[in-house]
């Protein structure tokens, strides 16, 4: 096996990119809604917004790092590749909710 | 990496303009438009946390911008906002048309052309119905 070469497609994160587009399309959509004309409670837009925030991050991510396995990185590069995307998802994920967190208290 | 880089954009490459046809595009300015919108996601998270949690310091301008309208504050963030909107419309249309074709929906020479054309429209529609219903509001809350 060499070091070089396409990196094997993971079925499971391909058919979650696909779930994750279209309810974002529909989360975004709520999303753009609310903060335009909505009038939700606070538990309502903290559940939005926890959703919106793993949607894109995983779709985010995920979408980066097909990008750059696309350059032939090679198998430590798609280990390291994926280590820091989900450290770096971690660290975001912890920052939404931070952000959120007026209104998951109830603000 | 440099040869890469020549095979892929030098005469008959993959990404030369001149071979490129509109599903090749529509592949460039899905990656492109992705990475862009990974980076306004993170930048729109630290703006709105800044604003709910602190609610002072340079950022609160930044939310400021956001809440009023254009003709009054900051054009700059207004006009990133409109382009951010526009991006989004196009990858959100444009990954429809990926799953369709994932699917075995609209895939044909003549098709598949008619699919991007409509979706486009599909976005330009849906991003003038933001524009024009949403912006507004927003400096009257």
Do not use: E
Request: aromatic fraction near 10%; avoid cysteine; charge should be positive.
């Amino acid at each position: 096996m060499s070091a070089r070469g396409p990196a094997p497609t993971n079925v499971w994160l391909w058919l979650f990119q696909r779930i994750t587009a279209v309810l974002l399309i529909i989360v975004l959509g709520l999303h753009l809604w609310l903060a335009n004309f909505g009038q939700a409670s606070a538990s309502l837009r903290a559940m939005l917004g926890l959703i919106l925030l793993g949607l894109a991050l995983f779709h985010g991510l995920n979408g980066v790092r097909t990008v750059i396995l696309d350059f032939d990185v090679g198998v430590q590069g798609r280990k390291l590749t994926t280590v820091m995307l989900l450290l770096l998802g971690a660290a975001s994920l912890l920052f939404g909710v931070h952000g959120l967190w007026p209104l998951i208290v109830g603000g | 990496m440099t040869r890469r880089i020549a095979r892929l954009f030098g005469r008959g490459g993959d990404l030369n303009p001149k071979n490129m046809r509109l599903g090749v595009w529509a592949w460039l300015i899905q990656r492109i438009s992705g990475l862009v919108l990974v980076l306004f996601m993170i930048a729109h998270v630290i703006a709105i946390s800044q604003a709910n949690l602190a609610l002072t310091g340079p950022l609160f301008t930044m939310f400021n911008g956001l809440r009023n309208p254009f003709w009054a504050v900051d054009r700059t963030v207004l006009a990133i906002d409109i382009l951010m909107l526009g991006i989004i419309a196009f990858h959100g249309v444009n990954g429809i048309r990926i799953v369709m074709f994932d699917v075995g929906i609209g895939v044909g020479l003549r098709s598949h052309k008619i699919v991007f054309w409509s979706l486009v429209a599909v976005a330009i529609v849906a991003s003038a119905l933001v524009i024009f219903y949403g912006l507004p509001l927003l400096g009257g809350t």
